[in-house]
């Protein structure tokens, strides 16, 4: 069956079921790890500076509560719904739980495509989202964040429309502009997170760093953080993609320009006038490299193309890259992989650390956010080559059952 067939959110509860076998956890509780708290889905009609009214949905799932409010990013993309945000929030849960940071999963969204929509139109767009949700936000009970298709302007109207009905409180959303109570580091926090998990299994694989090749799929915000940082370190990247397709040197390409033609002009890679092989956006994840950094969308990695893969270590930059059944082929193969929930964690520490400095009306130097992610995800790293080692399973698995562990025991606790 072709990767898009399958039901995303089913794809999550694999993994959450081979965690709960080895935990042992009844039906029931397995029951209540699965299922979402609430669901909402409604209607944002627009009326576009053409003049003619255009009907979007809006979508918020919230999925578990049990060891703090809701924690989630809006999604921007035409082709979002229901199921998608299920599988997301679900993943939202485990990543919390697995990083140890105060919130349950959300996920949420509207089925639009940004880049067709002038700045007035989304903005009208988002604040109509904010009015919908209105009391079921806030920053005890759900707290939004930037996305694919969304940034921190899109935060800062979440912000000005919440505050009209609610007062002024930054801590309702995260990742917003700093001149609004935003973090610093907050941008570049996944793919900063992403980078030091990398350089950390490459040491626990007796991989140099300094001589690594390493692929990334993706250079929005994710992706090309992360290569710069990466490149910093020493690290040759050989291989980036965006939607416009692919650019490969087996020396290393400049990441330097990279990194600057998207940030200031938005250029595809393919367009940079990289001294570089074009290629179809696809093969990338087939080259021949150290390292592969799946940092774009869902299901890349699946059934059918992961034995193509010849990357010894996959670090999952992006929520949901690699399907259950490829997973598990990749496991047999000996393929080392960095699951999502723990290599793209960087972005909601980050935004739990905004939370806090919101709520102290104090913010932190640069530095000492660097510091407390490391910390974070540090000791998340250490946790899962720990389960790993002692269960003998792969580090999804180990993931998946420490978080799994930790939300059912806040379960436990609260009581029903």
Same mark, same amino acid.
């Given at each position: 069956?072709?990767?898009?067939?399958? *039901?995303?959110?089913?794809?999550?509860?694999?993994?959450?079921?081979? !965690?709960?076998?080895?935990?042992?956890?009844?039906?029931?509780?397995?029951?209540?790890?699965?299922?979402?708290?609430?669901?909402?889905?409604?209607?944002?009609?627009? #009326?576009?500076?053409?003049?003619?009214?255009?009907?979007? #949905?809006?979508?918020?799932?919230?999925?578990?509560?049990?060891?703090?409010?809701?924690?989630?990013?809006?999604?921007?993309?035409?082709?979002?719904?229901?199921?998608?945000?299920? !599988?997301?929030?679900?993943?939202?849960?485990?990543?919390?739980?697995?990083?140890?940071?105060?919130?349950?999963?959300?996920?949420?969204?509207?089925?639009?495509?940004? /880049?067709?929509?002038?700045?007035?139109?989304?903005?009208?767009?988002?604040?109509?989202?904010?009015?919908?949700?209105?009391?079921?936000?806030?920053?005890?009970?759900?707290?939004?964040?930037?996305?694919?298709?969304? *940034? *921190?302007?899109?935060?800062? @109207?979440?912000?000005?429309?919440?505050?009209?009905?609610?007062? %002024?409180?930054?801590?309702?959303?995260?990742?917003?502009?700093?001149?609004?109570?935003? /973090?610093? =580091?907050?941008?570049?926090?996944?793919?900063?997170?992403?980078?030091?998990?990398? &350089? @950390?299994?490459?040491?626990?694989?007796?991989?140099?760093?300094?001589?690594?090749?390493?692929?990334?799929?993706?250079? =929005?915000?994710?992706?090309?953080?992360? &290569?710069?940082?990466?490149?910093?370190?020493? &690290?040759?990247? +050989?291989?980036?993609?965006?939607?416009? =397709?692919?650019?490969?040197?087996?020396?290393?390409?400049?990441?330097?320009?990279?990194?600057?033609?998207?940030?200031?002009?938005?250029?595809?890679?393919?367009?940079?006038?990289?001294?570089?092989?074009?290629?179809?956006?696809?093969?990338?994840?087939?080259?021949? +490299?150290?390292?592969?950094?799946? !940092?774009?969308?869902?299901?890349?990695?699946?059934?059918?193309?992961?034995?193509?893969?010849?990357?010894?270590?996959?670090?999952?930059?992006?929520?949901?890259?690699?399907?259950?059944?490829?997973?598990?082929?990749?496991?047999?193969?000996?393929?080392?992989?960095?699951?999502?929930?723990?290599?793209? &964690?960087?972005?909601?520490?980050?935004?739990?650390?905004?939370? +806090?400095?919101?709520?102290?009306? %104090? #913010?932190?130097?640069?530095?000492?956010?660097?510091?407390?992610?490391?910390?974070?995800?540090? !000791?998340?790293?250490?946790?899962? #080559?720990?389960?790993?080692?002692?269960?003998?399973?792969?580090?999804?698995?180990?993931?998946?059952?420490?978080?799994?562990?930790?939300?059912?025991?806040?379960?436990?606790?609260?009581?029903?």
């Amino acid at each position: 069956m072709h990767p898009e067939r399958h *039901s995303l959110a089913r794809e999550v509860q694999a993994f959450v079921e081979r !965690a709960a076998d080895l935990l042992d956890i009844s039906d029931q509780m397995r029951d209540l790890l699965r299922s979402p708290y609430r669901e909402l889905q409604f209607e944002l009609p627009l #009326r576009g500076n053409n003049g003619h009214l255009r009907e979007f #949905r809006g979508f918020r799932v919230q999925h578990n509560q049990s060891r703090g409010p809701f924690k989630g990013g809006l999604r921007y993309h035409r082709d979002v719904n229901l199921d998608h945000f299920r !599988a997301l929030a679900e993943t939202m849960t485990m990543k919390c739980a697995l990083v140890d940071v105060p919130f349950g999963g959300a996920k949420g969204g509207i089925n639009c495509d940004p /880049s067709t929509l002038a700045a007035n139109e989304r903005e009208v767009l988002t604040k109509r989202f904010v009015e919908r949700m209105g009391p079921l936000l806030g920053p005890g009970r759900d707290i939004p964040a930037p996305d694919m298709g969304t *940034s *921190s302007q899109e935060m800062a @109207w979440i912000l000005d429309a919440y505050t009209e009905d609610y007062g %002024y409180q930054p801590a309702v959303v995260t990742g917003k502009p700093l001149q609004l109570g935003g /973090s610093p =580091g907050r941008a570049s926090a996944t793919g900063r997170g992403a980078m030091l998990l990398t &350089a @950390w299994v490459a040491e626990e694989h007796g991989i140099d760093l300094s001589q690594a090749s390493i692929a990334i799929q993706g250079f =929005g915000k994710v992706g090309r953080h992360a &290569a710069r940082l990466l490149a910093e370190r020493g &690290a040759s990247i +050989v291989a980036v993609s965006d939607s416009s =397709g692919a650019v490969y040197n087996p020396a290393g390409l400049d990441v330097k320009k990279l990194f600057e033609a998207k940030e200031n002009n938005r250029t595809r890679v393919a367009d940079c006038g990289l001294d570089a092989e074009i290629i179809d956006g696809e093969e990338l994840l087939y080259r021949d +490299v150290d390292i592969l950094i799946p !940092a774009a969308i869902e299901r890349v990695i699946h059934g059918d193309n992961c034995r193509r893969i010849r990357a010894k270590v996959i670090v999952e930059a992006a929520n949901l890259p690699t399907t259950s059944d490829a997973d598990l082929a990749l496991e047999k193969a000996g393929t080392t992989v960095v699951p999502d929930i723990l290599a793209n &964690a960087g972005g909601v520490v980050v935004s739990y650390l905004e939370y +806090v400095q919101n709520h102290q009306r %104090y #913010r932190w130097e640069e530095s000492r956010i660097h510091d407390e992610l490391e910390r974070k995800l540090a !000791a998340a790293w250490q946790d899962v #080559r720990g389960r790993a080692t002692s269960d003998d399973v792969s580090y999804r698995t180990a993931a998946y059952e420490i978080a799994c562990q930790r939300v059912a025991e806040a379960i436990e606790l609260r009581g029903f």
